[in-house]
């Protein structure tokens, strides 16, 4: 059965995101005839830190009768006790995740205060590690005390040339372009093989980046898990949590260059600048519906407005238009786009035989958790006594250990064991807290129905109500509208393809009561519709051609 081994090394287990050995084992999983009829796992945790996810996985491999095994808590799937025990393992490894970061992040903060790098290198620099000169790591080398930048010559030439052709008139896309035609290899990686190049976001973020200045910026953004994509992102930090420490030795631009560099930006910011380039932006580009939703399917870039003016502004691929790095000359007229989109979008919304299926989506994954949620309630309170007495003993241990800490210090010992007891206190503590919050109300096949009609009708009237209000809000329920494009003589069409969640994740909790029971069950019911549409990119705003006559006619 060798050929069934799979791994996942240095792959967070905390999302689904390029964990392709798993993947790949669910694949198998679903296959008829099943080439295995179980899969071990050392541990919970390698299965996945994340209780959300760690679930619905398990609960598929049990529909296609694929058993689990984990070898060190010796859990069988077949044991009928399994739910309620890998519920709180999970929780445990979910815990267990966080408090590792918190570590990280604490190390990170001391690692910079001293003048070193704890991210990877900025372009124009390299990482050049530090060793230990008493202590030994892996392999029998010297450990790595921290890790500094050094600056890369040649590349810091092209790092004074942007500044330089900022401070003269360019703007970004300009500069990128430049870049891009006299061959300069970019920061960038390349995506799969296609070649490396300058963009106008690339140049942006070299023109603010205050390392090259010799002052180092960090804590700017956090980490934070997004459940729908299934995967990190970073969002900001507010200003007052930023750490700024000066490395002189890794300027390369004067304060002269770069305070240049801020005052040609603050003159572009009027109302006839284009923010990111050297483009003219208009005030009503602020309520054009799908911008920044739009994808090209052939380079994987923005597809936004590349040209036009007023009602003759087009959708392009800004890959083509700002880079020339992708062959998609197609574009589209911004209005009938919208107009295309709006229409097959309430289409879909109104369409009886998809509004049945998410009914019963909707209505499965209720009662399952439901059922999940009423049974680790019931085996907590089973025994309630021997939980309370566990929570009472972590108290008291991490109270002896905070005393011997300040006593004696801290040693990665004492660091390892304290970070071990408080994972455990805080699942207590969740187990504890089921005792006392409301259970998710049962809900019918009719009050499913007329949830989900209201939350559809609801995203019907923001699409076809006030446009900048429609843009806000259309991308909580959309992540991103991929579009081919097929350009002859014959047909010059856009197929679109994408996701249009009914529920957005920042939605207020009208579909369960608050509490972390009701925030844990709305989490997993995440029901979207699928949408594909085909537009005719040689159409006029409000119109459709005549079928019959080649003549077109306004839609109504």
Not at 225 to 253: C, F, G, L, S, Y
Not at 366 to 376: C, F, M, Q, V
Not at 417 to 443: C, F, W, Y
Request: one cysteine or more; proline letters at 4%.
């Amino acid at each position: 059965m060798e050929q069934y081994i799979r791994s996942d090394e240095e792959v967070s287990g905390q999302l689904l995101a390029d964990r392709h050995g798993l993947d790949d084992l669910m694949k198998l999983a679903q296959q008829k005839p099943r080439p295995f009829d179980g899969i071990i796992f050392d541990d919970t945790s390698r299965f996945g830190r994340g209780l959300s996810n760690a679930l619905r996985l398990s609960e598929e491999l049990d529909y296609a009768k694929v058993f689990l095994y984990f070898v060190n808590r010796k859990l069988d799937s077949r044991d009928p006790n399994f739910r309620t025990l890998f519920v709180q393992y999970a929780q445990q490894d979910e815990q267990s995740s966080f408090g590792d970061a918190e570590k990280v992040h604490r190390g990170q903060m001391g690692r910079v205060l001293k003048g070193y790098i704890s991210s990877c290198s900025p372009y124009a620099y390299k990482h050049v590690p530090i060793e230990s000169s008493t202590r030994k790591g892996i392999y029998n080398r010297m450990a790595i005390e921290a890790v500094e930048l050094q600056i890369i010559p040649e590349e810091a030439e092209v790092v004074l040339r942007i500044f330089e052709l900022y401070a003269s008139g360019f703007g970004h896309r300009a500069i990128a372009a430049k870049l891009n035609q006299e061959g300069i290899p970019s920061p960038l990686s390349a995506r799969s093989e296609k070649k490396r190049s300058w963009n106008a976001d690339t140049i942006k973020g070299i023109l603010n980046n205050e390392k090259y200045r010799g002052v180092n910026v960090w804590n700017r953004t956090k980490t934070v898990r997004n459940p729908i994509k299934q995967r990190k992102e970073q969002h900001a930090r507010p200003e007052n949590e930023w750490v700024r420490v000066d490395v002189p030795t890794w300027r390369i631009v004067s304060d002269e260059q770069w305070n240049a560099a801020k005052a040609a930006n603050a003159g572009r910011q009027g109302p006839s600048w284009w923010k990111d380039g050297t483009l003219n932006r208009y005030e009503a580009s602020r309520r054009y519906i799908f911008s920044g939703l739009l994808v090209c399917s052939d380079c994987d870039g923005r597809i936004n407005i590349v040209g036009g003016e007023n009602k003759n502004m087009r959708y392009g691929c800004v890959g083509h238009r700002s880079r020339g790095t992708c062959a998609n000359k197609l574009t589209i007229l911004r209005s009938s786009l919208e107009c295309q989109m709006l229409e097959m979008i309430t289409q879909k919304l109104m369409d009886p035989e998809i509004r049945r299926r998410l009914y019963e989506e909707y209505f499965h994954q209720r009662s399952e958790i439901g059922r999940e949620l009423a049974a680790s309630v019931m085996q907590v309170a089973s025994n309630i006594e021997e939980v309370t007495g566990r929570r009472l003993e972590l108290e008291r241990m991490i109270e002896n250990l905070l005393d011997t800490i300040q006593d004696a210090g801290r040693s990665s010992q004492l660091s390892k064991r304290l970070g071990s007891l408080e994972v455990e206190l805080s699942s207590v503590n969740a187990q504890l807290l089921t005792q006392t919050e409301k259970q998710p109300d049962p809900i019918s096949e009719e009050g499913v129905r007329l949830l989900i009609d209201g939350k559809l009708t609801e995203l019907q009237a923001i699409l076809t109500g006030d446009p900048l209000l429609a843009k806000q809000q259309l991308r909580k329920y959309v992540d991103v509208l991929t579009m081919k494009a097929t350009d002859s003589p014959e047909c010059a069409t856009y197929e679109v393809k994408g996701d249009i969640r009914v529920f957005a994740p920042d939605d207020p909790d009208d579909v369960l009561l608050a509490g972390s029971l009701q925030r844990t069950c709305k989490q997993y019911t995440s029901i979207s519709i699928p949408f594909e549409a085909t537009l005719n990119a040689r159409s006029a705003k409000g119109r459709n051609r005549n079928s019959e006559d080649g003549r077109y006619v306004k839609l109504s």
